[in-house]
């Protein structure tokens, strides 16, 4: 059972370049999302998708686009890199157990823009 | 809308010694809590999480949650600080509806010093 995996784990881009990063859970998990973490910020929310075919933004999704491919998959697209965006990007996944949304998180992305 | 606030972004104990790490959080309707681990260059894992079903949490390796809701406070406690606990560690909050996201505070690093 894989969990949460994305991919890639480490990326650099140059300034104006776009990339996607991908996201696939094998937990039959309803919500999705992408947090970026940066020293002593935590993890910020840029994007999450309650359901399939559902998506909304969180507290920073400038210079970002996801999409909710199916239940099992969710995208993160940078369509114009900046230095800003260097940082490291986590996916996670929800589901109630009963009422409790326990998430699972991947091993992160490592992303430069030079 | 929801948040947390975690008091100290560093805190340092000898190995033995009390941990107490600070989580306050904000939400308009009884929330969900957790807290997670991130050791090194890995992603979050999950410690403990209150439900409701009982204001003290028990979580893994030792650790200790209690909910307090007069406080508006999840503090993290473990009685005999290990050198392998040393890692950074996250409150989260969430109103757990469907739609509703998890909020993370901006983490604490616990070192611990033999």
């Known amino acids: 059972n894989a969990g949460v995996t994305q991919t890639p784990k480490f990326q650099v881009l140059k300034t104006g370049q776009s990339m996607t990063l991908q996201c696939a859970q094998d937990m039959n998990h309803n919500s999705m999302y992408w947090y970026r973490q940066d020293p002593g910020m935590g993890l910020r929310l840029i994007y999450y998708s309650a359901s399939e075919g559902t998506t909304d933004k969180g507290e920073v999704p400038n210079g970002y686009n996801v999409s909710r491919l199916n239940k099992r998959e969710f995208s993160l697209r940078l369509e114009s890199a900046a230095p800003s965006q260097t940082s490291v990007y986590f996916c996670?996944?929800?589901?109630?157990?009963?009422?409790?949304?326990?998430?699972?998180f991947g091993q992160g992305t490592r992303l430069t823009v030079v | 809308a929801q948040s947390v606030t975690q008091l100290g972004s560093h805190v340092s104990v000898s190995e033995g010694a009390l941990v107490l790490l600070r989580c306050n959080y904000s939400s308009s309707v009884p929330p969900y809590l957790f807290w997670y681990v991130q050791y090194p260059n890995q992603g979050l894992q999950l410690l403990l999480k209150?439900?409701?079903?009982?204001?003290l949490v028990k979580g893994i390796n030792g650790f200790e949650a209690e909910f307090k809701k007069s406080e508006t406070s999840f503090h993290l406690t473990k009685p005999s600080a290990h050198m392998s606990d040393a890692a950074e560690y996250f409150c989260a909050v969430t109103e757990g509806w469907a739609g509703t996201a998890l909020i993370f505070g901006k983490g604490t690093t616990l070192s611990v010093s033999s």
């Open positions: 209150y439900t409701s079903a009982a204001t």
């Open positions: 996670a996944s929800s589901i109630s157990r009963g009422s409790v949304p326990e998430a699972f």
